[in-house]
């Protein structure tokens, strides 16, 4: 496998690998990542669709990629995607496969269209003081102190970040700014997280500075992720014939060792109760999905708190990763993920209003009616003082294509989950929908005599506790997580938020998609480059465009050394071109 910059290889269709009509594959876990590795097999590897298997433990596809529900009980979504332009694997992936919106058109095409004819803007980045505007969130607001931190991360080497969290190598200054809350409430990062993952995201997504204050370099989807993006994918899998089991829980695969190689030869597993499995050759692939970020999600209702539970049981995703590793070290250790849910848990909740109020109440706040059908908040907008840390969006309406005219969704979610809030006086996980919904018109600004009878009667609300849902934020060391094809692999790779490649950041639908593209073609010799990450920290033009952004404007003065060092050069054009002289 080797990786490209150039779209040369793009257009490629490779050359069917030797001996492929004699290969087939099982693939565990029919989230993105596993749909993602039968799309390659197929269309890349040019594997008999037939000979591919996915086995799902729930009864849906897609898996953190969903959305479900109805107009009568209300809605439900765990969370959304945001996605950008340079997501190269999976914008490779999605061109090829059809769209159930648009005739004629791919997935990509689909998106690119909608995107074009109403990009993302944010209204509102942030509010503070009960409906209000935050002051200053035209500003990053970082000291000249927080700005060199922030260089010193990029430049880091990883391994001297091992085991280490944002908290110690960023300091108070940091903490304090706009960026942070920015950046945190757009990543879902926590102090406690690891300083490896916050080095790569400030690496990999350092042209996304342009678009902290406003998001305009986000794109979104037209409907909730399951309708847009796992459907199309998971029909056009099943029209080429893969097999997609779902209720099954695999429990172990077994990993012969010896002689240098790392041979799968038997997957176990349980469905409908019954213990089960199948003997494997060395010519049978399997991809392991290994850990789930949104494994053990339960939800509450308008009335009951969704519950915690953070068990780990045979037929978990983290117990079968639990067994896996302990037949080698090279397939990383899953407990530095999965044994502190304190710490990687948030909630989230899903809102699906009744009435006229909140839509209205959204549109006051906002400026943009949420029955346009186009963009209304274009991401998170972030409640600075809120005790949750509480953000909320509301995206393109209808966000269910089954929605009923005047009806809304809206999606909150809180970092800290864990303190009382500021109207309802308990921790968010201890609320109800009810009262979430309550917090939120708090700090929308309902006049508080009003705020309960809206929240009973003018929307029905679902929490969502997620124990898992930033496990894979937790801090790390270089080992934690296996390489997608382990070192003297033979049959077998990782797939998914949880399995290593150095070039890109976790919790995104990229890197479910690149761990699938670099697992299939390992494996299989498969003559076409992975695209590279995009690389703009190696761009000096988005490198001075972040400056510019991250200096809010302070330009160089003109009497100064970088002034004289620069003058009549090219590198001057450059300077005076994005705003720093």
């Keep these: 496998m080797r990786y490209a910059h150039s779209n040369f290889e793009a257009f490629v269709r490779p050359e069917k ?6 290969r087939s594959a099982w693939i565990v876990g029919g989230g993105l990542a596993g749909m993602a590795a039968a799309a390659f097999l197929i269309r890349d590897a040019q594997m008999d669709p037939q000979k591919i298997t996915i086995l799902e433990a729930s009864d849906a596809d897609g898996g953190a990629l969903d959305g479900a529900g109805n107009a009568e009980t209300g809605w439900l979504i765990r969370g959304g995607r945001e996605m950008e332009e340079q997501f190269q694997c999976l914008w490779d992936l999605y061109s090829s496969i059809p769209s159930l919106e648009v005739p004629d058109a791919s997935v990509l095409d689909e998106f690119y269209r909608l995107n074009r004819v109403d990009p993302s803007s944010s209204p509102v980045r942030a509010m503070c003081g009960r409906g209000q505007p935050l002051p200053g969130r035209d500003k990053l607001t970082l000291t000249g102190k927080a700005r060199k931190e922030i260089v010193s991360l990029i430049l880091a080497d990883e391994e001297k970040l091992a085991g280490k969290t944002i908290s110690d190598v960023l300091s108070v200054d940091f903490m304090k700014s706009n960026f942070w809350l920015f950046w945190r409430s757009m ?9 490896i993952e916050m080095k790569r995201y400030l690496a990999r997504f350092i042209h996304q500075i342009l678009g902290l204050k406003d998001l305009h370099t986000l794109k979104f989807t037209k409907y909730n992720q399951q309708e847009s993006l796992s459907k199309p994918l998971v029909t056009w899998l099943a029209d080429q014939g893969v097999v997609v089991r779902h209720g099954v829980r695999v429990t172990n695969v077994t990993v ?3 002689d240098g190689k790392k041979v799968a030869t038997h997957i176990d597993w349980l469905e409908n109760g019954a213990a089960a499995g199948v003997d494997l050759s060395p010519d049978e692939l399997v991809f392991v999905t290994n850990g789930s970020m949104v494994e053990n999600s339960r939800w509450g209702d308008h009335h009951m708190p969704a519950p915690i539970d953070s068990s780990i049981h045979e037929g978990s995703i983290w117990q079968l990763w639990r067994n896996i590793a302990a037949q080698d070290p090279a397939f990383g250790r899953p407990d530095v993920f999965c044994s502190d849910t304190k710490k990687s848990r948030w909630e989230s909740a899903t809102v699906t209003t009744l009435d006229e ?7 006051k706040v906002t400026g943009r009616d949420p029955f346009s059908g186009r963009t209304v908040t274009g991401g998170p907008i972030t409640i600075q003082d809120s005790a949750w840390l509480m953000s909320w969006v ?3 309406q209808p966000h269910f294509k ?3 005219k005047g009806q809304m969704v809206a999606w909150l979610y809180g970092l800290f989950s864990d303190v009382p809030g500021d109207y309802v006086k308990k921790p968010m996980q201890e609320c109800t929908g009810e009262d979430i919904t309550r917090e939120w018109l708090f700090h929308m600004g309902v006049p508080t005599d009003q705020i309960d009878d809206m929240a009973a009667k003018g929307a029905i609300t679902h929490p969502c506790m997620m124990p898992f849902i930033t496990a894979q934020f937790m801090p790390r060391s270089p080992g934690d997580r296996p390489k997608v094809v382990p070192d003297g692999s033979v049959n077998l790779a990782f797939l998914g938020q949880f399995a290593e490649t150095p070039r890109d950041t976790v919790f995104t639908t990229e890197y479910s998609v690149r761990t699938a593209m670099e697992a299939v073609y390992t494996l299989l010799d498969v003559d076409r480059a992975v695209p590279e990450v995009f690389g703009s920290i190696y761009d000096v033009r988005m490198l001075l465009q972040a400056a510019g952004e991250l200096r809010d404007g302070k330009k160089v003065p003109a009497s100064g050394l970088v002034r004289h060092l620069t003058d009549g050069t090219e590198v001057d054009n450059l300077l005076e071109r994005y705003g720093l002289i």
């Design 187 to 195: 990543f879902a990062f926590e102090t406690w997280h690891s300083a």
């Design 256 to 258: 012969d060792t010896s």
């Design 394 to 396: 509301v995206s393109r």
């Design 17 to 22: 690998p030797a001996g492929i009509e004699n």
């Design 357 to 363: 109020r909140i839509p209205a109440l959204v549109h």
């Design 402 to 404: 089954g929605q009923k």
